[in-house]
């Protein structure tokens, strides 16, 4: 598909820090208007878990570089894939939140997922969430949001998703997590997490998740 081809496909651009529920939103947002979904966020959880694998230090750019370049990936529904295996709850684990955040900040790793992101944009059209939808990858997008919530209710949010999945989890640890992924997340020098401008800002702290779609699919009307 040709550039000129896929600028025309709209994409909705769905950016906010960590737990602020973009990712529900977002695949809600698609959901109702059949809409494609692109998770940028497991795709950096995907290279630190890769890197984990195999004992390489999230430290280290020029080691993940070629792990960002080759991973073998397949999203299937809800279901991630990682050379094969099944994934999905794994990377939602905090470590790997943790890790997804030191693997982002060095600008090769970024670099190596453009296109891999790129091509999610098919038609009908695609809900993206990260933190420099955008920004980075689809500055044209025609609607542009940017989700946030206080820190104690990402916390609690977070708190209530492990629970659910099976993990064990600790809310103030959570609190503490939470404000250093936003520290680092919006201080790296490349594709900080920032809005744009233009972008429509939600506050969901008293939202119900119902509300926040709704508000989404209002924008993207009128855009
Ligand atoms: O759900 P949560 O926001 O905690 O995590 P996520 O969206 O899965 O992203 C995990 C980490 O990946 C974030 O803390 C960011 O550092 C990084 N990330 C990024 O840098 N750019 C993106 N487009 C998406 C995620």
Same mark, same amino acid.
């Not at 998770?39 to 960002?68: C, H, K, M, N, W």
């Not at 992101?117 to 609607?143: E, K, N, Y």
């Not at 201080?187 to 119902?210: C, F, Q, Y």
């Given at each position: 598909?040709?550039?000129?081809?896929?600028?025309?496909?709209?994409?909705?651009?769905?950016?906010?820090?960590?737990?602020s529920?973009?990712?529900?939103?977002?695949?809600?947002?698609?959901?109702?208007?059949?809409?494609?979904?692109?998770?940028?966020?497991?795709?950096?959880?995907?290279?630190?878990?890769?890197?984990f694998?195999?004992?390489?230090?999230?430290?280290?750019?020029?080691?993940?570089?070629?792990?960002a370049?080759?991973?073998?990936?397949?999203?299937?529904?809800d279901?991630?894939?990682?050379?094969?295996?099944?994934v999905?709850?794994?990377?939602?684990?905090?470590?790997?939140?943790?890790?997804?955040?030191?693997?982002?900040?060095?600008?090769?790793?970024?670099?190596?997922?453009?296109?891999?992101?790129?091509?999610?944009?098919?038609?009908?059209?695609?809900? %993206?969430?990260?933190? /420099?939808?955008? !920004?980075?990858i689809?500055?044209? +997008?025609?609607?542009? #949001?940017?989700?946030?919530?206080? &820190?104690?209710?990402?916390?609690?949010?977070?708190?209530?998703?492990?629970?659910?999945?099976?993990?064990?989890?600790?809310?103030?640890?959570?609190?503490?997590?939470?404000?250093?992924?936003?520290?680092?997340d919006?201080?790296?020098?490349?594709?900080?997490?920032?809005?744009v401008?233009? %972008?429509?800002?939600? /506050?969901?702290? !008293?939202?119900?998740?119902?509300? +926040?779609?709704?508000? #989404?699919?209002?924008?993207?009307? &009128?855009?």
């Amino acid at each position: 598909m040709s550039s000129a081809n896929q600028s025309n496909i709209p994409v909705i651009a769905i950016d906010g820090p960590t737990a602020s529920g973009k990712g529900t939103v977002a695949q809600l947002v698609a959901q109702r208007l059949g809409y494609h979904y692109l998770d940028s966020g497991a795709l950096y959880r995907l290279v630190g878990l890769a890197s984990f694998q195999r004992g390489i230090s999230t430290a280290v750019e020029a080691d993940l570089i070629p792990i960002a370049q080759n991973l073998n990936v397949n999203f299937q529904g809800d279901r991630i894939f990682l050379e094969g295996q099944d994934v999905s709850d794994q990377i939602r684990q905090e470590v790997m939140g943790q890790r997804a955040s030191e693997v982002a900040v060095h600008p090769g790793v970024r670099q190596a997922l453009v296109a891999r992101q790129q091509a999610f944009r098919q038609s009908p059209g695609l809900v %993206a969430d990260g933190r /420099d939808m955008a !920004s980075v990858i689809f500055t044209d +997008a025609q609607t542009k #949001v940017f989700l946030t919530a206080t &820190a104690e209710a990402r916390a609690e949010r977070r708190y209530k998703q492990l629970i659910a999945k099976g993990f064990s989890a600790n809310i103030d640890v959570l609190l503490q997590d939470l404000r250093e992924r936003d520290a680092r997340d919006a201080n790296r020098s490349n594709s900080p997490l920032k809005a744009v401008e233009g %972008a429509h800002h939600l /506050d969901t702290t !008293s939202m119900t998740i119902e509300e +926040a779609v709704n508000q #989404v699919l209002k924008w993207h009307q &009128a855009d």
